[in-house]
């Protein structure tokens, strides 16, 4: 039985994981995000390093494929010049992991091992595999 939704507890934010985010875009390529550590009263928090998420939308032979990526970067120009090989990462690694899960889906076949039955892999399934003469 499913749980109410009501039955949930009520999602919280951490107070002291928050970001201030600002987008930029060429309206061309793709978006850059900056995220912006802040302190829970919404001013700059220091101690903690701004961070750079790329978005972008490839097309494929079965549509559109979304890639979001963290840019390594310290400022905006630095992660702009760097969005052309962090998207190419994305990619990549987009692809390999599609390819992974084709491979585990292909190879979901139950192979019995040499020397069982059916009988040794579905107990109780099958009648009794001994000859009567």
Not at 113 to 124: E, K, R, T, V, W
Request: without cysteine.
């Amino acid at each position: 039985m499913t749980p109410r939704p009501d039955a949930q507890p009520a999602p919280k934010m951490d107070p002291s994981d928050l970001w201030r985010e600002d987008v930029f875009t060429d309206r061309k390529v793709g978006t850059i995000r900056r995220l912006t550590p802040v302190k829970p009263d919404g001013s700059p928090d220091a101690l903690r390093k701004t961070v750079y998420v790329g978005e972008a939308q490839l097309m494929t032979s079965v549509g559109s494929l979304p890639l979001n990526f963290e840019i390594p970067a310290a400022t905006l120009d630095e992660a702009v010049a760097r969005y052309g090989d962090a998207v190419q990462e994305a990619f990549t690694h987009a692809m390999d992991e599609l390819q992974e899960m084709r491979r585990k889906a292909s190879s979901g076949l139950v192979i019995p091992q040499a020397g069982s039955s059916l009988g040794d892999i579905m107990p109780g399934k099958l009648p009794g595999g001994k000859l009567k003469l």
